[in-house]
């Protein structure tokens, strides 16, 4: 059961295990996109068509009709990566094996939809992968296995998704045989130390220049490519959104928050409440992604601006 492309490493490792039989895959249906607002199927989807299989999309998945098609096809187990619904307790208890979760965090921190994000807006410096056997709650269930991997400088949101959804599908792989097995006993999560990691909505890409230049630095990398961090140019009595896609601190310089300090070819410069962020990638509305050397020969920054809104 899957959804988005952080799944399909998942999927993608099933069908490659000679061991396992995948019986059907589960998806959210087919939604409007793009200009025409032509149905389009999920990444999962279109994974699991190419890869042969049978595909079940039920609108909600406590509906019953669907319940009993997924009773019918008595699975042992269900792998669930990034299906974007609550499940019942009536399809948890459906596979004798139960049902396991590929969760992209250490838990029980980031429990939630958006783990990948809030481990990079936080400032941590690992995160990694929890296979977890599913209970009613919101990611409460009780833990099989993990895996951990560092956060690195370079990384953004999309960068360590790619890397968490490929160490999900290995972990799979390794954890499905000694658990059907029994040789894998699940353990429950620590009562200390749980977050809620809360859904990202396009609002949070907003830049508060009076925070930290490390805080803003970590937001441009977690809000990387969605929603992106942006701030807003007054210009020609008009403003522009401004999308800032890549940055970096730029300990030595200060001044008011949002003001522009220095630009040129290695970034502009824009001071922060403590700190300041070069920026050396930035787009404007309407605009394509540039360097920072790109935009300045077209668009002026001048020193002393004031970015916000």
């Known amino acids: 059961m899957g959804t988005a492309d952080l799944a399909c490493a998942s999927l993608r490792a099933l069908c490659r295990e000679k061991s396992l039989q995948v019986i059907a895959v589960v998806s959210q249906p087919d939604k409007p996109k793009g200009r025409d607002m032509k149905l389009q199927p999920t990444p999962v989807k279109e994974l699991a068509l190419a890869e042969g299989l049978a595909v079940l999309q039920p609108r909600r998945a406590r509906d019953e009709d669907f319940i009993a098609q997924l009773r019918s096809l008595q ?9 974007g619904q609550i499940l019942p307790q009536s399809l948890l208890d459906i596979p004798r094996l139960g049902c396991l979760n590929v969760h992209t965090s250490l838990l029980p921190r980031y429990r939630g939809a958006a783990p990948i994000q809030w481990a990079i807006l936080d400032g941590d410096a690992e995160t990694g992968v929890t296979i977890m ?9 009780p833990m099989v296995s993990t895996t951990r991997t560092a956060i690195l400088a370079e990384d953004n949101a999309q960068t360590l998704h790619d890397r968490l959804a490929q160490l999900g599908g290995e972990l799979l792989i390794k954890t499905i045989p000694d658990y059907a097995a029994g040789k894998l006993v699940p353990t429950p999560q620590p009562a200390e130390g749980a977050t809620y990691a809360r859904k990202i909505s396009k609002e949070d890409g907003l830049i508060d220049w009076s925070q930290p230049a490390r805080v803003l630095w970590n937001r441009v990398r977690g809000f990387t490519p969605w929603p992106g961090a942006y701030t807003h140019l007054k210009s020609d009595g008009a403003t522009r959104l401004l999308k800032i896609w890549l940055a970096e601190v730029e300990p030595t310089r200060s001044g008011a928050p949002g003001e522009i300090l220095h630009a040129d070819k290695n970034g502009v410069v824009i001071a922060c409440g403590e700190q300041a962020l070069r920026v050396t990638q930035l787009q404007r509305e309407g605009g394509r992604r540039m360097s920072a050397q790109e935009f300045l020969a077209g ?3 001048a020193v002393g601006t004031r970015l916000g809104a």
Not at 75 to 83: E, K, Q
Not at 133 to 141: F, H, V, Y
């Open 75 to 83: 699975p042992d187990l269900i792998v669930v990566a990034a299906y």
């Open 133 to 141: 056997k599913m209970d009613a709650g919101l990611d409460t269930g």
């Open 299 to 301: 668009h002026l920054l």
